[in-house]
DNA sequence: ATGGTTGAGCATCAA
């Protein structure tokens, strides 16, 4: 049975609904887990996903900041959300659900982006970030029985040096620091997971899905950053059938200055 | 080395 899963941080769910309905009906696929939404729970746009079969919401946002959601086209089971360092973001979201007789976690992060400095004892956001990576080394791709995982969010890092534009020109640049790297590398070893774009795509081929507002012709220059991922348990690794990276999209009337990355599984 | 843009929500802060 064929599954389609993409992820996209949206930043501000309600400013680019008219991109998601156009993404939607694109692509089509079974469930998309949006990160940055910037909305409140109650203000949350779900009469378009509803039209289009997104019916199963899990939805986890806040005023202003952050917010993460998963919609479905699958029913969605056991809603649950951790605080990554008790600090009361909505970063992470998570479910169940069930494809052909396997049941599949499903985690949706935002990542803390980290500042600009990349130094804790200056930059508490840096910090966090480091913190939060920390956390999410206890996260395990096999830690429910009966129980496949797949991982998706922006996790703004870009892990590998053909992740950059440029590896030696962003070694002090956050998001590709080593301390940062490392602790991903670290997150995705410990918990057995797979990196599914990688998987695909193997080094060295570049592959970005973040293009920074603040540098004109974002197309020409393409100094991307591959910061948006899709993990899974070892299991899954042998029924993905393609991926696709949407660059298009960062070309869209007022865009995200992240693309959606999307993977298909055949299970 | 610096500055560049966008969004939320209304002064900045975060990215």
Known sequence: MPLTLATWNINSVRLRMPLVEKFLDQWQPDILCLQETKCPNDQFP???????G????????????????????????????????????SRHVSALFKVNGRTIRLHNFYVPAGGDEPDRAINPKFGHK??????????????EAETSSILVGDLNIAPYENDVWSHKQL???????PVETEGLKEVMARGKWLDLIRHRTPEPEKIYTWWSYRSANWQLADKGRRLDHIWSSADLGPHLTSTEIVREARGWDRPSDHVPVIIKLDI
Do not use: W
Not at 46 to 52: D, E, G, V
Not at 68 to 81: G, R
Not at 130 to 143: C, N, P, R, S, T
Not at 171 to 177: E, F, G
């Open 130 to 143: 480091l913190d939060f990576i920390e956390e999410m080394k206890h996260l395990d791709a096999e830690g």
């Open 171 to 177: 070694l002090k640049i956050v998001s590709h620091t």
């Open 46 to 52: 779900s009469s378009p996903l509803n039209a289009r």
């Open 54 to 89: 997104y019916v199963h919401q899990a939805i986890h946002g806040q005023k202003g900041y952050h917010g993460v959601a998963i919609l479905s086209k699958i029913p969605l089971d056991d809603h649950t959300k951790r605080d990554y360092c008790n600090v009361g973001d």
